[in-house]
């Protein structure tokens, strides 16, 4: 993907996501068709919230997927409309919700919702993925990095637990782990790829900022040499 093609996206993610989402009783429009696949559909962990994905199929192979959040009688569409089916992942008090969204080969974007007056609205004015990557590049060490295909950000499992599994005590609903990667079309003779691999940062819920925990310092120093040699 071209940073022209990117930025051009990522100027149309702001505009999607600054208009203000309304509550819809009837759910999607016409054309959409609920996804039967089970795991396409999520739950929060208080039960009261169900998120449904509806597929409709255009012309040329044009597929559109839309996400919708449902509790009880209501129903609120989580935006952006995409190409591509979504998995997400809730924090325990079920008042933050992450979509992990497939975006093309390779490559994935992260959204954030967070539930106000009762329903779940974008936390974020740009994706969280946008955000992410714009903290990549304002740190002196990672700044000078450019990618140009694969580029994917993850969120890493344990949102649930507070990454317990790492061994860390941190607070219940309060940070995200995010990994970065991507890939360089300028290397080497013999270097049949090269890139970012698995660059991790932590995303505060409470306070909005990013920051990397001394714990990652080494990996993410590997992270940015990664390469595989033919």
């Not at 700044?143 to 994917?152: F, G, P």
Request: aromatic share 12%.
């Amino acid at each position: 993907m071209t940073v022209f093609s990117r930025a051009a996206r990522s100027l149309a993610l702001v505009l999607t996501l600054a208009a203000s989402p309304a509550l819809a009783a009837s759910g999607p429009p016409p054309g959409f068709t609920l996804s039967d696949d089970a795991d396409l559909a999520f739950a929060s962990p208080d039960g009261a919230t169900r998120l449904e994905q509806y597929m409709k199929e255009g012309e040329d192979f044009d597929i559109k997927w839309q996400v919708w959040a449902r509790r009880g009688q209501e129903m609120r569409e989580l935006k952006p409309e995409q190409g591509y089916p979504a998995g997400f992942r809730f924090t325990a008090d079920s008042q933050w919700l992450v979509r992990m969204q497939k975006t093309g080969s390779g490559e994935q974007d992260l959204f954030l919702y967070h539930v106000e007056n009762g329903a779940f609205v974008n936390a974020t004015k740009t994706s969280l993925s946008d955000l992410a990557w714009a903290y990549f590049h304002s740190r002196p060490d990672t700044r000078k990095m450019k990618l140009d295909y694969h580029i994917s950000a993850n969120l890493m499992k344990g949102t649930e637990d507070g990454y317990r599994w790492l061994g860390v005590d941190w607070p219940n609903n309060r940070y995200l782990l995010i990994s970065l990667s991507g890939e360089m079309d300028k290397h080497p003779k013999n270097v049949a790829v090269k890139g970012l691999a698995d660059w991790k940062c932590r995303y505060d819920l409470k306070t909005g900022k990013f920051d990397v925990p001394a714990m990652f310092a080494k990996g993410n120093a590997e992270a940015l040499r990664w390469e595989i040699k033919r």
